[in-house]
Structures are given as C-alpha cells and as structure tokens.
C-alpha cells in the first residue's frame, strides 16, 4: 500500500511486496560457513562430549558441498539480488521514504518518514484513543436480526431455517500475503502455509462452502507463487488426512511425550536437509531457521543505534602504528568494553592483556574510534564461536593460541578455503 507522496516503481514494489519474512538466499559463501559452525557447535551443549567429533567430521563434507552450490548460476537469485540493489538506491535516492508494516492485515506500508513521525506524536497525544466498545454479541444480534448471518472471529454465522451453519470468514484486512514460495525456506513450512489455509477452510465450514474455499485457497497460493504441482498434491493429501481423522473414531489414552530436543541450523536449499542423516536418531530432531530476511527494508521505524551503543557482539581494534589487531567478544555496549581496553594500562589488575602489553612493548596507539564489528550474536555460545572463527582468521593478531582451542581443528581446513 502506498501511502507516501511519490511512485513507487514496480520493481521496488515486487520485491517489498514479498514481506519481511520473505528470506533471499544469502550472497557470501562466507557467511554461510560460518553460521553453519557457530550452531553446529551451539548444539553441542544438548548432546554428549562422546558424539561430538563425529558430527563436527561428518558435517564437514555437507558444509564442504557449499562451495559448489555457491560455483552454479541460480537465475531465480539473480532476479531477486537485482531488485534489490534497485530498492536500496531508491531508498538512497528518496531518504523520507519509509516501508513499515500494517498494525492489521499483513501488508507492507509506504510512507512519508515526515508524515510517519507526525502520525505518531498525534497517536501519542492522543487521550481518547481507547474508549468502551459494544459487547460482541451485542453486535451479533444487531447484525443477525437484519441478515441472518454474523461474523465472528474466523466464522461467518449463517441462519438457515431452523439450524445454523457456519462458513471460513476473512476481515476486510485480510491481505492474501503467506509466505512467498520463492523464499529460501525448507519445504516442510511451505506445506505448513498450505495446511494452515486448508485446515480452517475445512474444519470451520458446512460440506456446502467447502468447494468455494479450496478455489479461494488455490487462488491465494498461486498469488505467493506455489506450483500447481505442488499445491493439488498436498492439498489433496491433506484432504485424505483430514476426512479420515474424522472418521476415525480412537480411544483417549495418556499420552507419555518425550521432550523433543532441537539440533538448529541456518537453512540453505539443499545442503541443510543433509543434516538429517547425521542427527536424527541421537535423540534429536533437526530443525531449521531462515536467515537473510527483508525485514532489513520492512520493519518497525526506530532510532538508529550507534556503534558504540550496540551490544552481543564481536569486535576488532586495530593498531595505528603497524597491522596488529586484536579480536574480541562483549555482551555488553562496546563503547563500555572499549573504554576497559584503553584503561587497563593505567590500572593495577593483576588481569593479563595482549594490548596493553603491545602498548608498552612498541610505545603503539589503538584506533579506538574506529573499533570494527565483525558479528553481532546475542547467543552467548555462538558468540565465542563468531569470536574464534575471526581469531583464527586474523594475519597479524594479537590474541593468544589458547583464545582458539575450543573450535579445535576440525573447521581448520574449510576456514582456510575462505
């Protein structure tokens, strides 16, 4: 929807129509290596030390299988890496335009920043914003007594004769928008938007509208691009599942459930489902995450952070007299962990540091204002992980041997490829 006050041109509005969720498959085969090491090595803390060597030479070979994936064209790829270098240089171009998402609907906005931030200090000083509504079936009644038919929550309420029936019911908000199928997503939650289309539509309407909403259902997937191919079959399917779950009829039993522990790991389109060979079985189930999203363009309108203000992450300072560097980690603001740094070599702590002892050793000074961010991570084990992997890339570092003896060298090999 575009409320702002100049076009938006259709490729920009391809691609922010796809969503904040919609992940695009990420650009470095860097980052990708080095996501798949830092949870690899998260889970470790759900498993036992004995099963740990295996999975790390075992997972070797699939993040091995990366670099090749990275070596073949994907059209589809390009396509959307275009579209958006266009909307960044839009954004660049147009600085008060802004894209935020609708309270309701699951819609992408377009708007002024100007009018954004006048909208909200009104909404702010608003005090009659909240005001004491008709009790719901208050409406109801209202509304059935004229029509003979009501909606509430996802139902419509029909009167016919004697009886009531019930149909699927979507709000005037209602957008159409799932998850795009061209986004980098397993296929297991692809079947999962369809299922979660199929189910209310079956489950929530009388026999009679049940054709009605299985067409309305295609139509909407085939908006968000699903094949047909894909969407009869497990639309199908699901249908057998459904009929027959109806018609069995089963005796209620305690149920004991076993708590399911998650082996989680970024999803890469035919390298993350490898994953399942070596996991499942050993008490674990894989699950998978999506990385790279749009909600880089698509997201709520805060007040940038500074750098010195962010925190969970990793960081580099580098010397200006020569190339040393040093590299760690901090969960809390940088500018705070900075500052420790550069006061250690006025303090009396008994606490070794390699960059004090490079300060006094070669009379060198830090570039303190240009600290770099290397990662930003809030998991505190996948953090000393990121901290490793850049530890053990650094030419001329500073930090110990012993900083890297967790990673163990396992990863040596492929972090060199790099």
């Known amino acids: 929807m575009n409320l702002s006050s100049i076009d938006i041109p259709n490729q920009v509005q391809r691609l922010v129509q796809l969503g904040g969720k919609f992940a695009v498959p990420l650009y470095s085969c860097d980052k990708i290596i080095f996501e798949f090491i830092k949870n690899i090595e998260h889970n470790f803390k759900k498993l036992q030390s004995s099963v740990h060597n295996t999975i790390r030479n ?5 993040i091995n299988s990366v670099f090749s994936k990275f070596k073949k064209k994907n059209l589809n790829k390009i396509k959307i890496y275009k579209l958006i270098y266009i909307t960044k240089q839009f954004l660049k171009n147009n600085s008060n335009i802004i894209f935020t998402r609708a309270d309701k609907g699951n819609t992408t906005v377009a708007m002024d920043k100007d009018d954004y931030i006048t909208k909200v200090n009104s909404m702010l000083q608003d005090e009659k914003t909240y005001k004491i509504c008709e009790h719901v079936e208050k409406r109801i009644r209202k509304k059935s007594k004229f029509l003979n038919m009501a909606d509430f929550l996802d139902t419509t309420i029909i009167k016919m004769g004697n009886s009531l029936i019930f149909d699927w019911y979507q709000k005037p908000t209602y957008s159409g928008r799932f998850l795009n199928f061209m986004s980098q997503h397993p296929i297991s939650q ?5 299922y ?5 539509a079956f489950h929530l309407s009388h026999p009679m509208f049940h054709e009605k909403n299985l067409k309305f259902i295609v139509k909407i997937l085939l908006d968000n691009d699903y094949p047909k191919d894909f969407i009869f079959y497990n639309m199908n399917d699901r249908i057998k599942t459904l009929i027959n779950r109806q018609n069995k009829v089963t005796e209620l039993q305690p149920m004991r459930r076993e708590k399911i522990k998650w082996f989680s790991i970024p999803y890469v389109e ?3 489902e490898k994953f399942k060979n070596i996991i ?3 008490c674990q189930k894989v699950c998978f995450f999506s990385m790279n999203k749009l909600n880089y363009f698509i997201k709520a309108q805060k007040d940038p952070m500074s750098r010195g203000a962010k925190r969970n992450v990793v ?3 580098n010397c200006n007299q020569c190339e040393a560097s040093y590299i760690g980690q901090t969960g809390r603001k940088l500018d705070t962990r900075i500052a420790e740094h550069k006061k250690h070599i006025n303090s009396v702590s008994s606490s070794h540091s390699v960059i004090t002892d490079h ?9 303190w204002n240009n600290c770099e961010i290397l990662d930003v991570e809030r998991y505190y084990n996948k953090r000393l992980v990121s901290e490793m992997i850049y530890i053990n890339r650094q030419k001329k570092g500073l930090n110990l041997q012993t900083d890297t003896d967790a990673l163990g060298h396992t990863y040596t090999d492929i972090l060199n490829k790099i």
């Open 196 to 200: 979660g289309l199929v189910d209310p």
């Open 359 to 367: 300060r006094m050793e070669f009379s060198h000074e830090f570039d």
């Open 190 to 194: 692809k079947k999962g938007v369809l």
């Open 270 to 272: 035919g390298v993350s």
């Open 58 to 62: 075992k997972s070797i070979t699939i």
């Open 280 to 282: 499942n079985g050993m």
């Open 315 to 317: 960081y580099k300072i």
